[in-house]
T-cell receptor, first 112, second 113 residues
Framework: AQSVSQHNHHVILSEAASLELGCNYSYGGTVNLFWYVQYPGQHLQLLLKYFSGDPLVKGIKGFEAEFIKSKFSFNLRKPSVQWSDTAEYFCASIRGANNLFFGTGTRLTVIP | EAQVTQNPRYLITVTGKKLTVTCSQNMNHEYMSWYRQDPGLGLRQIYYSMNVEVTDKGDVPEGYKVSRKEKRNFPLILESPSPNQTSLYFC????????????FGPGTRLTVL
């Protein structure tokens, strides 16, 4: 993938609601896709990644993402969010050597 | 503890006053990179380095310089900072090769007046 885009800028959910954040990628050869999370005031942490194989990828903290080639999508999901999931979420792809291209991010606010 | 460190964490400076933001990693990673994060724009790559003495431009290199004299260090240099360089800067490192997980530093918040 050469680039990614995120269209949800800010999502507000109540605790226990299900989450799905959108990420679309543009085709550009080898697909390497990531989801990173940035908790308030902290650095980025890797949630999960997809290179090949099973299109349903399990990550940390109960997150998962599904790679759907026909839709050029790699959406992030969580069945039941918690207040502690309040953060900014970034989808990313790789260009060139190991250069990450990030989407513009989706801010998630979870209301207790 | 394996980590990427950046200094300073916060910096307020004035236009034109040269500054350096240091980045150091203790994981023996070959690849290092700098990103800037701006609201609504996500993170954009400034420069990267595949190994000692090997650096290359990212997407937004104008106004920045880097050097890689040692494997563990990758400083970001702003020779003549301008207000449009006010941003949150992150350093990252990984083992060489495509797809290796990048580990990010804690960030440096820079304000240029």
């Amino acid at each position: 993938a050469q680039s990614v885009s995120q269209h949800n800028h800010h999502v507000i959910l109540s605790e226990a609601a299900s989450l799905e954040l959108g990420c679309n990628y543009s085709y550009g050869g080898t697909v390497n896709l990531f989801w990173y999370v940035q908790y308030p005031g902290q650095h980025l942490q890797l949630l999960l990644k997809y290179f090949s194989g099973d299109p349903l990828v399990k990550g940390i903290k109960g997150f998962e993402a599904e790679f759907i080639k026909s839709k050029f999508s790699f959406n992030l999901r969580k069945p039941s969010v918690q207040w502690s999931d309040t953060a900014e979420y970034f989808c990313a792809s790789i260009r060139g050597a190991n250069n990450l291209f990030f989407g513009t991010g989706t801010r998630l606010t979870v209301i207790p | 503890e394996a980590q990427v460190t950046q200094n300073p964490r916060y910096l307020i400076t004035v236009t034109g006053k040269k500054l350096t933001v240091t980045c150091s990693q203790n994981m023996n990673h070959e690849y290092m990179s700098w990103y800037r994060q701006d609201p609504g724009l996500g993170l954009r790559q400034i420069y990267y380095s595949m190994n000692v003495e090997v650096t290359d431009k990212g997407d937004v290199p104008e106004g920045y310089k880097v050097s890689r004299k040692e494997k563990r260090n990758f400083p970001l240099i702003l020779e003549s900072p301008s207000p449009n360089q006010t941003s949150l800067y992150f350093c990252a490192s990984s083992f060489g090769g495509r797809g290796h997980e990048q580990f990010f530093g804690p960030g440096t918040r820079l304000t240029v007046l």
